[in-house]
């Protein structure tokens, strides 16, 4: 789960790592309103959860209330990478001397929380990761044993000379360990830590994302959610109790157990299709969910086939059956749908289907080249006068 910027603000502050003050607004009134009771410059930031804000002009310096006006104005009702902005963090503006990265994440290699900061920081991070990755330094942390202060005081060490900052810049890193570690956090991130010219370090931007299985026991963190600015289609997903991933192909996938998805995604590719998203009905078996996965589905506009891949083990068939016949009555679907079901209760789920004219094929093999030939023939046609 992602969190603003604001937000993840908010904790840094209780952690008492370093932030200017800042008060996240949703009109114009509001923001000129904040501005004015700071009486400096100020930063306007659209709060998106996407990276490269700044790049897409999402994040403005207002000298006086007027330029906040304009600019929080032209940034409110933004699209940024596809995301609208709802809300944008008013913010006082900091002299910059210098922009570090500080960043934690977990790395599944070895098998633990990794530190990586670099003295390069600012938006341009991902280029020095790619081009120049010696300028990025990493730590593995034992977990059992958690961050000693002698191991952030080497990698501060790494960002700054002077030993005032280096001191800041330790302390700020012992202090995100701890609100990664607290929060459950699969990354937190400091990009940039800035320097100013009255020698203080200081968080200007913040990240945090929650790895989603340890929410049930972060309620205060889950209370954070802000589902305007999710995909509705994984919202809905969620609420429904199913997996789901949205992708950018045309073929729609519905399909029992993660492994069987990918599988079935796999086959797609390898026949030239491009799977519309990945979906894990999983392995219960209430037709409500195939009728929630329909739903979600045909609201893409890119979708031109839905291809239905069921193995029916402890998942009965025929609830499956039952619940394709009900998408068919409740949301009339205009794309064609093709559908594989095997296992237990097959023989009643074929009679099922009968009632809307769909037949199980026999493979796997074939049931995907249906999908990605009736995909294409549906492409080919569509938007053209024949
Ligand atoms: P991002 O692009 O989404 O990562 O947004 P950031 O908050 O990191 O801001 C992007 C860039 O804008 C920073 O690297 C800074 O160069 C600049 N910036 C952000 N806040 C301030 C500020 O308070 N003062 C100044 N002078 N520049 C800022
Ligand atoms: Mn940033």
Redesign the pocket.
């Known amino acids: 789960m992602k969190i603003h910027?604001y937000q993840a603000k908010e904790i840094f502050a209780a952690a008492g790592i370093p932030v200017?003050r800042g008060e996240a607004v949703c009109n114009v009134a509001e923001a000129v309103a904040v501005a004015e009771s700071y009486g400096r410059p100020v930063?306007i930031?659209?709060q998106v959860h996407?990276?490269?804000?700044?790049?897409?002009g999402?994040?403005q310096?207002a000298e006086n209330v007027e330029a906040v006006r304009v600019w929080a104005q032209k940034i409110l009702g933004m699209e940024i990478k596809g995301l609208r902005v709802n809300k944008v963090l008013i913010?006082?503006?900091?002299?910059?001397v210098s922009?570090t990265y500080v960043g934690i994440i977990i790395d599944r290699a070895t098998k633990a929380p990794v530190i990586m900061v670099s003295a390069a920081?600012?938006?341009d991070i991902e280029e020095v990761a790619a081009r120049t990755p010696e300028k990025i330094h990493k730590l593995a942390v034992d977990p059992s044993v958690g961050l000693k202060m002698y191991q952030a005081r080497d990698l501060a060490f790494r960002l700054y000379r002077d030993i005032k900052q280096v001191r800041q810049a330790a302390d700020i890193i012992m202090k995100l360990y701890e609100v990664y570690w607290k929060v459950d956090a699969s990354l937190a991130e400091i990009?940039?830590m800035?320097t100013t010219p009255d020698s203080k370090v200081v968080a200007?931007?913040a990240?945090i994302n929650i790895d989603d299985n340890g929410l049930f026991r972060q309620k205060e963190i889950a209370a954070l959610r802000d589902l305007d600015a999710e995909d509705p289609a994984e919202v809905d997903a969620r609420e429904g109790d199913l997996s789901f991933v949205n992708l950018s192909g045309n073929i729609g996938c519905i399909v029992n157990g993660a492994g069987l998805a990918m599988a079935t995604m796999d086959l797609v590719k390898h026949y030239g299709g491009d799977p519309a998203n990945f979906l894990d009905i999983g392995g219960s078996s209430n037709p409500q969910k195939v009728l929630t996965a329909m739903r979600i589905i045909l609201r893409n506009p890119n979708v031109r086939a839905i291809l239905i891949n069921i193995f029916g083990g402890i998942t009965r068939c025929d609830d499956v059956a039952t619940g394709i016949v009900m998408a068919y009555e409740e949301l009339g679907p205009e794309v064609p749908i093709v559908v594989r079901l095997t296992g237990t209760n097959e023989a009643q789920a074929i009679k099922i289907l009968k009632k809307v004219n769909l037949e199980s094929a026999e493979t796997l093999d074939s049931v995907v080249k249906k999908a990605i030939e009736l995909a294409d023939q549906d492409s080919a046609s569509a938007g053209r006068i024949t």
């Open positions: 910027e200017p930063m930031k659209a996407v990276g490269g804000r700044g790049k897409a999402g994040v310096y913010t006082e503006a900091a002299d910059i922009e920081g600012g938006v990009n940039p800035i200007i931007d990240k």
